[in-house]
């Protein structure tokens, strides 16, 4: 699954409530304060962009474009983006909300801009394929357990906030001794039997599709856990997975 995302952050990073799809998300930047005025927060005017205009394109096709002055804004008023030791992105969101992330587009956005701070402090090319591994990883479970559902905005939104998830995933790897390297095999093709039981569990209270339909839908459900099955290669992968799904669904 490598649906396409686009936030466009014209004004200090609004977008729209729409639902989003698999394969595509639409984009319709909200209003705001025309004047955004630096609150100088924290002395962090070092990561000020010298550009007129910072276009940044994330993995799977993430964009985000805002102007100068917005970008510098929220450096201004969001100092936690760059602590030492960064929280995770839910605790970080539940304390420094401001009233151009107070939506759930806003906590969207929050997400998305909390996790390219952090992707340069872990490592951009360091991490890269750690990094889209994640992110492959969170957003199948998010599309298996979406479909469970035949949809809904909270999947939608997960689907943006995956990438402060990620990140946080990456900045957990980037600082921890991974000492534990035995063979995982047994224990994934527990996770992953547990998956195709869930699959199986939910087919039979499903009545929105019968017959050639559901057969169908099974398949294409079984393809996401086939997709994990390949993602998942070592301990750090099967835990951070596991995590992820018992935390958020």
Partial sequence: MKPALCLVLITLLSCNNQPRSATQVPVSPDTVNDTIVHTNKGNNSKYYSTQNTVLIVAETDDTMIFSKQEYDAVIDKHPEFFEEFPNDPDALYSNNKDVNFNSEQGQD???????????????????????????????????????????????????????GYAEYSVHILAIARIEKTYNISKQKELYIRSL??????????????????????????????????????????????????????
């Fill in 109 to 163: 956005n929050y997400y998305a801009v909390y996790a390219y701070f952090l992707k340069q402090k872990n490592g951009v090319e360091k991490y890269a394929a750690q990094r889209k591994k994640l992110i492959d990883i969170f957003r199948n479970i998010n599309h298996l357990f979406g479909m469970f559902q035949y949809g809904g905005t909270y999947f939608g939104h997960q689907h943006t906030r995956i990438l």
């Fill in 196 to 249: 195709r039981q869930l699959i199986d569990d939910e087919s039979k209270i499903d009545f929105e599709s019968m017959g050639k339909e559901k057969i169908e839908r099974t398949k294409e459900l079984n393809k996401i856990v086939d997709e994990l099955d390949k993602l998942i290669t070592d301990i750090f992968f099967l835990r951070q997975a596991q995590e992820f799904q018992y935390e958020y669904y």
